[in-house]
């Protein structure tokens, strides 16, 4: 099967990041060559998620978005940030509310100030029914407390960029989140655990993404010189979910794109 026949759903690409601006277009047609039918861009804070939302305007029907406050930025969450976030989820090319929850392997953000932006967001979700795009890392107990306290009043949930053990992978499908793989799943040293865990999510659960320009696929050959990823990899990342899965590529390819569909609601 071609890439150009796959019609994959990269669920989560930084696409506002500043090592875009100088080819964003080449980056677009390198992603529809290779099999990307849609990208849902990132918000990870208020200026980006107003940017997200700008791409995803001028790019209709390719590119949507999330608007939310990534935990490293927590400490900037204001009234006037929530204001924001409502505002922009309440348009219909925001998808999704996030990349919200909680990180405390950086600290970028104290504890207090991650959970208390991560509580104001679950309200929006709550308030507005649009799911959510969701982050943790070392976080796992606060992160699963706060998602307990709302449920129930929100929809649906993925957890994105999923890279934990087998009991927080069960503890998310308990609560009936989706799971997001990324090129981690490619990484000898750090992601070998995720092939494993791979079979465990149901197909209707599963998604995958790039996290683009992060997260480089590790045994991608050959390597681009700038070390950047992005949404052209998606198949590649496609390739490692079906293996671990023991699935054929184009099985992967089409159970992860109509699971990414039905939960951000676009359009087949």
Same mark, same amino acid.
């Given at each position: 099967m071609k890439d150009t026949d796959l019609a994959l759903v990269d669920i989560g690409a930084n696409l506002t990041h500043e090592?875009?601006?100088?080819?964003?277009?080449?980056?677009l047609d390198r992603a529809r060559a290779h099999g990307v039918a849609a990208i849902v861009v990132t918000g990870a804070s208020a200026g980006?998620?107003?940017?997200?939302?700008?791409?995803?305007?001028?790019?209709?029907?390719?590119?949507?978005?999330?608007?939310?406050?990534? +935990?490293?930025?927590?400490?900037?969450?204001?009234? !006037?940030?929530?204001?924001?976030?409502?505002?922009?989820?309440?348009?219909?090319?925001?998808?999704?509310?996030g990349e919200t929850g909680l990180d405390y392997y950086r600290n970028y953000s104290p504890h207090a100030a991650q959970i208390a932006a991560f509580e104001r967001q679950l309200a929006i979700a709550a308030d507005s029914g649009k799911p959510l795009f969701l982050h943790q890392r070392d976080a796992h107990a606060d992160f699963i407390a706060c998602l307990d306290a709302v449920r129930g009043r929100v929809g649906?949930?993925?957890?994105?960029?999923?890279?934990?053990?087998?009991?927080?992978?069960?503890?998310? =499908?308990?609560?009936?989140?989706?799971i997001g793989i990324t090129g981690w799943i490619c990484d000898e040293r750090?992601?070998?655990?995720?092939?494993? =865990?791979?079979? =465990?999510?149901?197909?209707?659960?599963?998604?995958?993404?790039?996290?683009?320009?992060?997260?480089? +696929?590790?045994?991608?050959?050959?390597?681009?010189?700038?070390?950047?990823?992005?949404?052209?990899?998606?198949?590649?990342?496609? !390739?490692a979910v079906a293996r671990a899965r023991g699935e054929d590529v184009a099985t992967t390819a089409a159970i992860t794109s109509a699971t990414a569909r039905a939960f951000f609601g676009l359009a087949a």
């Open positions: 090592s875009f601006r100088p080819d964003f277009d080449a980056v980006g998620s107003r940017a997200a939302h700008a791409l995803a305007q001028a790019h209709p029907g390719f590119l949507h978005a999330t608007a939310g406050v990534h +935990p490293h930025h927590a400490h900037e969450y204001d009234d !006037a940030t929530d204001e924001l976030l409502r505002d922009l989820v309440a348009t219909p090319d925001v998808k999704a509310v649906r949930a993925v957890v994105h960029c999923f890279t934990g053990e087998r009991a927080e992978l069960v503890d998310y =499908l308990d609560r009936d989140c989706y750090r992601g070998e655990h995720l092939r494993e =865990l791979a079979r =465990l999510v149901p197909a209707d659960r599963l998604m995958i993404e790039t996290d683009a320009p992060y997260l480089l +696929p590790r045994d991608l050959r050959p390597k681009p010189s700038h070390r950047r990823n992005e949404p052209m990899y998606l198949a590649h990342v496609c !390739a």
